[in-house]
Each structure stands twice: as C-alpha cells, then as structure tokens.
C-alpha cells in the first residue's frame, strides 16, 4: 500500500466512525448501516467468487443461518458477541457439509447446486419458523440504532482487513491461481479442492456473522427473510459492479447500490431491480472489471496523454 | 533403483486403449524422448505419471516410491513438475506472479513471499524473461508464455521435469534457444522427459528415445537406433518407406 492509500483509507474510517457523531439523524445513520450490511455481504462473497472464481449462488444461506441461530440464541439469554459467533461457526458447518460435494460440479453447475441448496433452505425455514421473530419488550425499549452501525462498522473493517491479509498472502495467490487456471495451478502443488474450501468457509463465516448482527439489527421479520435468495443476488451483482476481485470493488459496489436503490425508490418502488439488471448485464458484457477496472483504464489513458504532452503525473490506483 | 519406473501401464477411455501395457524407465539425469504419431497416448502417458488421469491397471513408481494414482497436486509436491501442451498460464497474474505459484506451493512450499519473490526473479531470468517479470502474462507471446510455464515449473525445484510439446508452434530459431535451455535445465541437475511430435525436435536433444504407437512401446533406444529402425519409419511415413 502507498501512502495515499493509507492516508485515504484511515481519512475514510475516521468519518465512518464520526458519522453519528455529527449526523444525529435516523434514517441517515440507517442508510450508511445498510450499506455497511453490504459491504460485508458482497466482501465475503467476493472471497469465493472473486478471488477463488466459484460463483456460489447460495450465500444468503450463511446469511441466514448466522441470523437464526444468532437470534434465537440471544433471544434465550445468551449475550450477543458469543450469539453472533456462534452463528458464523454454524454457517462454516454448513459450508463445509455442502462444500464437499457441491465442489465436485464445476462452474455453472456448481453456481445452480449451491442455489439449489439454499432455496431448499429457504422454503424449509419459511415452512418450519413460519411465525414473525420480534425483538423481546424490554429490547424494543431501549433500542438504539448506533451500537448497530457500529457493530457493522467492525464487521465491515474486520471482513475488508482479512481479505487484504488473505489475498496478500500464501493462500490467496494459490486461491487466485485456483481462479485463474485450476490445472496448471494443481500441476504446481497447489490442491484446489482445499482453497476452494478454504475460501468457502471463510466467505460463510463472514456471512454467518453479518446475519447475526442483521439479528441484532432488526425488529421484527420472518425468519425466513434472511435466507431469501435476493441476498446473494445483490451481493453478487455488487461485486461484478464494483470489481470482482478487488477489495475496493464490493465496498463502491454496495455504496452505488444502496444509494441508487434508495432514491430510485422514492420515486419508483421496484424499478431498481430493472436498473440493477440491466447494468449488471451490461457490466458483466462490456467491463468484465466493473467500476474498478474504468477507473484503471481512465487512468492509463489520462497517463497516456499527459505523457504525450510531455508533462509528468503520477497515479496512485485505489486497488489493493 | 531406477528413477522413474513405469509397469504395465493401462488407460482407456470408453472402449479405446489409449495407453496398453507400457513400460519403460528413466534414469537420473537422461534426457528422455517420447515420441509417436498423434493420438499415440504421448500426453496421456504423461497425464498418468503427474496425476492428471488414473491408471486402469499398472504401477508408476518414483525414487523408490509408488505415486500411481496420487491426486494431481501431489505430483509437484513430490518432485515432478509439468508444462502443457497448449499453455496454462495465470492470464491475470504477472509474469512473476506466474512463477511465485511454483515457488510458493510446489516440491518446498514456503509462506515467504518475499524470498519466493526473489527467487522467482532467478527462475524468471533463467529462460531469458526477467524483463517481463512485471508484464501481465495475457500480454506475452506465445514463446514468451511457453518460457513462463517452464520457469514456473522450475521455480517448483523439480527432480523430473515433463515437458509436453514445448517446441510445438516455434519457429526454428526458437526451438534451437528452447533445445539450449533444456540442456543447461538437464545440466542443473533436473531429469527431462520432452513430448514431442516433430521427431526432428528431440533427435538432437534426446539421450535416449522411446517411440508409441496406439498406446504401445514399438521402439526404445539412441537417437540414431531410432532413426534407423523399420517399425519407426513405418509409423510415420507408412509401410512402402520401411
């Protein structure tokens, strides 16, 4: 990392952290809360998906086991961190058991089992937990919407901190390699079954733990909610907008979404889908990279010009 | 001991024989040639040998140790390390990136990145690419991708290294510079089996050759031994020059 990125990024938290601070109004704080539900959502996706290159289409099962088991937990007596903990632990469980054979199929095949498996989820969760989950009395009573960005705030900096380690390290350039071409990458003694899962489990865990402070975060909704597939969906198409495979890229990618979303939403109730669909389309025809990438590629060309006119600039790219 | 054993080798896919009753050995330190029409089993003898296929029946033993059958990934880690026929390079890496794979995984796996960073520089300087160490591998030419896939293979510190039509689609002059650099390979101390169709190729670089046809040995022996021999020249340019 550069100076100006350090610079930048630590300028960066510091208004995340100050932000309720300063703006004391609700739907404001609730607004950059959810987008920081989406950083981690599309963070831990982009593990799998766009670092180890497995499009895993049944993310909002992690999501949604860490929100179950969190709150049923915390709801029965059990403080919060060990809840929400516990949440992630058993969304590893389950990735672990579904990892093994789903990652038998390959590619399309593997992105149709892994949303197969969590629409069983899904509907049975729907079938089985079918009455609305509400926070208990003495909970709605002191409610308070600023520990919950802050929980989220954490999380979001916890899960962008260990892909940064992750991908910087051993294992991530064996996982990238995994993406890149699995064969030569196991011709050269790397076992892709075993990135594979490694990354599976990691993006899971992270899953789990933002459903379990989506638990803490939110009043009263169908426990099947969480387990709903437009989780996986968004946070998917968050990354491919943003730059799969990047640390920056699902972190723009979820700010663009949520504000988008939410003053299209104002006008307009369900037309993002229409517009997120639409630009997903065209990003993943036109800019395989996403934002990230036209970012780059402006900068190459500015470069380019600046140099044809004989004057020296210095780009610093925002990527890790 | 030999160094690579292989016994009674057998694969075949649905009702073909692609590979039947092979046998044959290496010894530490030989150039061996594999050579055969298309279709003779070349790759899927070498596929078997790192693990890529499994055996219907046969055993591959190296320095000693039986590997039939071992996952694909174990191979490097053993000691064999492999290039493909049609280049699988990391497109998105960098050349260096490329090769820190083989460093970092392969036969001594380190958690060093830095170190295996350096010492891919040397693999990379090796076959003549250090000043393509930063260039992404999607924009190297063809030549330029088969010496990254042989430093990659190199930086995994091989005892056998397989190398499977790496002359294939050079001009002359790069396939002399690749003959060159597969002797100075040989000469570090690596033991070389070379696949190759064009016979031409693996004369001059071969110390020994071993000739398939349809998934058979029909020849074993010196490159001039080979040359000369009626079922050799039977199968590459039919019967009437035999």
């Given at each position: 990392?550069?100076?100006?990125?350090?610079?930048?990024?630590?300028?960066?938290?510091?208004?995340?952290?100050?932000?309720?601070?300063?703006?004391?109004?609700?739907?404001?704080?609730?607004?950059?809360?959810?987008?920081?539900?989406?950083?981690?959502?599309?963070?831990?996706?982009?593990?799998?998906?766009?670092?180890?290159?497995?499009?895993?289409?049944?993310?909002?099962?992690?999501?949604?086991?860490?929100?179950?088991?969190?709150?049923?937990?915390?709801?029965?007596?059990?403080?919060?961190?060990?809840?929400?903990?516990?949440?992630?632990?058993?969304?590893?469980?389950?990735?672990?058991?579904?990892?093994?054979?789903?990652?038998?199929?390959?590619?399309?095949?593997?992105?149709?089992?892994?949303?197969?498996?969590?629409?069983?989820?899904?509907?049975?969760?729907?079938?089985?937990?079918?009455?609305?989950?509400?926070?208990r009395p003495q909970d709605l009573a002191t409610y308070q919407l600023v520990p919950r960005y802050y929980f989220f705030l954490v999380l979001a900096l916890l899960i962008t901190g260990t892909t940064y380690l992750l991908v910087n390290s051993k294992l991530g350039l064996g996982m990238m390699a995994v993406r890149e071409e699995e064969e030569a990458a196991e011709s050269l003694g790397v076992s892709a079954l075993k990135h594979k899962l490694l990354a599976l489990s990691i993006s899971a865990f992270f899953a789990g733990l933002s459903g379990g402070a989506f638990a803490y975060y939110h009043v009263g909704y169908y426990p099947r909610f969480p387990f709903s597939p437009e989780w996986t969906f968004d946070s998917m198409m968050m990354v491919y907008i943003g730059g799969a495979g990047?640390?920056?890229?699902?972190?723009?990618?979820?700010?663009?979404?949520?504000?988008?979303?939410?003053?299209?939403?104002?006008?307009?109730?369900?037309?993002?889908?229409?517009?997120?669909?639409?630009?997903?389309?065209?990003?993943?025809?036109?800019?395989?990279?996403?934002?990230?990438?036209?970012?780059?590629?402006?900068?190459?060309?500015?470069?380019?010009?600046?140099?044809?006119?004989?004057?020296?600039?210095?780009?610093?790219?925002?990527?890790? | 001991?030999?160094?690579?054993?292989?016994?009674?080798?057998?694969?075949?896919?649905?009702?073909?024989?692609?590979?039947?009753?092979?046998?044959?050995?290496?010894?530490?330190?030989?150039?061996?040639?594999?050579?055969?029409?298309?279709?003779?089993?070349?790759?899927?003898?070498?596929?078997?040998?790192?693990?890529?296929?499994?055996?219907?029946?046969?055993?591959?033993?190296?320095?000693?140790?039986?590997?039939?059958?071992?996952?694909?990934?174990?191979?490097?880690?053993?000691?064999?390390?492999?290039?493909?026929?049609?280049?699988?390079?990391?497109?998105?890496?960098?050349?260096?990136?490329?090769?820190?794979?083989?460093?970092?995984?392969?036969?001594?796996?380190?958690?060093?990145?830095?170190?295996?960073?350096?010492?891919?520089?040397?693999?990379?300087?090796?076959?003549?690419?250090?000043?393509?160490?930063?260039?992404?591998?999607?924009?190297?030419?063809?030549?330029?991708?088969?010496?990254?896939?042989?430093?990659?293979?190199?930086?995994?510190?091989?005892?056998?290294?397989?190398?499977?039509?790496?002359?294939?689609?050079?001009?002359?002059?790069?396939?002399?510079?690749?003959?060159?650099?597969?002797?100075?390979?040989?000469?570090?101390?690596?033991?070389?089996?070379?696949?190759?169709?064009?016979?031409?190729?693996?004369?001059?670089?071969?110390?020994?050759?071993?000739?398939?046809?349809?998934?058979?040995?029909?020849?074993?022996?010196?490159?001039?031994?080979?040359?000369?021999?009626?079922?050799?020249?039977?199968?590459?340019?039919?019967?009437?020059?035999?």
């Amino acid at each position: 990392m550069g100076r100006k990125q350090v610079i930048f990024i630590a300028l960066l938290i510091a208004i995340l952290v100050l932000l309720p601070v300063v703006v004391k109004k609700d739907n404001i704080i609730n607004l950059a809360l959810l987008v920081l539900l989406y950083i981690c959502l599309a963070s831990s996706w982009n593990i799998l998906g766009g670092y180890t290159g497995q499009t895993n289409l049944g993310h909002a099962a992690f999501f949604g086991l860490g929100a179950l088991s969190t709150r049923f937990l915390w709801m029965s007596g059990w403080s919060l961190l060990p809840s929400v903990l516990a949440g992630g632990l058993l969304a590893v469980a389950f990735a672990l058991l579904i990892g093994i054979p789903a990652f038998r199929l390959r590619g399309v095949y593997f992105a149709i089992g892994t949303l197969a498996l969590a629409q069983i989820l899904y509907i049975t969760v729907g079938n089985v937990f079918s009455d609305i989950s509400s926070l208990r009395p003495q909970d709605l009573a002191t409610y308070q919407l600023v520990p919950r960005y802050y929980f989220f705030l954490v999380l979001a900096l916890l899960i962008t901190g260990t892909t940064y380690l992750l991908v910087n390290s051993k294992l991530g350039l064996g996982m990238m390699a995994v993406r890149e071409e699995e064969e030569a990458a196991e011709s050269l003694g790397v076992s892709a079954l075993k990135h594979k899962l490694l990354a599976l489990s990691i993006s899971a865990f992270f899953a789990g733990l933002s459903g379990g402070a989506f638990a803490y975060y939110h009043v009263g909704y169908y426990p099947r909610f969480p387990f709903s597939p437009e989780w996986t969906f968004d946070s998917m198409m968050m990354v491919y907008i943003g730059g799969a495979g990047t640390i920056i890229g699902p972190i723009i990618g979820a700010l663009f979404f949520v504000v988008v979303r939410e003053l299209l939403a104002l006008k307009l109730v369900e037309l993002h889908l229409i517009v997120f669909g639409i630009l997903f389309i065209l990003v993943v025809l036109f800019l395989p990279g996403g934002f990230v990438e036209a970012w780059k590629k402006m900068q190459a060309a500015f470069a380019r010009r600046s140099k044809e006119r004989g004057v020296k600039v210095s780009f610093q790219t925002t990527d890790d | 001991m030999h160094f690579l054993k292989v016994e009674r080798l057998c694969k075949s896919f649905g009702g073909l024989m692609a590979i039947h009753n092979l046998d044959f050995e290496i010894e530490e330190g030989e150039i061996v040639g594999l050579i055969g029409p298309n279709g003779s089993g070349k790759t899927t003898t070498l596929n078997l040998i790192t693990g890529f296929l499994k055996p219907d029946s046969g055993t591959i033993t190296f320095r000693g140790e039986d590997i039939t059958g071992l996952p694909r990934c174990r191979a490097c880690q053993k000691g064999i390390a492999r290039t493909f026929q049609l280049t699988k390079s990391f497109l998105n890496f960098t050349a260096l990136q490329n090769v820190m794979v083989g460093r970092v995984y392969g036969r001594e796996p380190t958690g060093n990145l830095r170190v295996a960073a350096e010492e891919s520089r040397a693999s990379l300087q090796r076959v003549g690419l250090l000043d393509k160490a930063e260039a992404l591998a999607k924009d190297l030419t063809l030549m330029e991708r088969k010496r990254l896939e042989l430093a990659r293979a190199l930086a995994a510190k091989p005892r056998l290294l397989l190398l499977d039509e790496l002359m294939a689609g050079l001009n002359p002059g790069e396939a002399e510079e690749a003959m060159q650099l597969i002797k100075q390979i040989r000469d570090s101390g690596i033991t070389i089996l070379v696949v190759e169709h064009i016979v031409k190729a693996i004369l001059g670089l071969s110390d020994r050759i071993i000739v398939l046809d349809y998934g058979e040995k029909i020849a074993e022996g010196l490159p001039e031994e080979i040359v000369h021999n009626p079922r050799v020249i039977e199968v590459y340019l039919g019967k009437a020059h035999a």
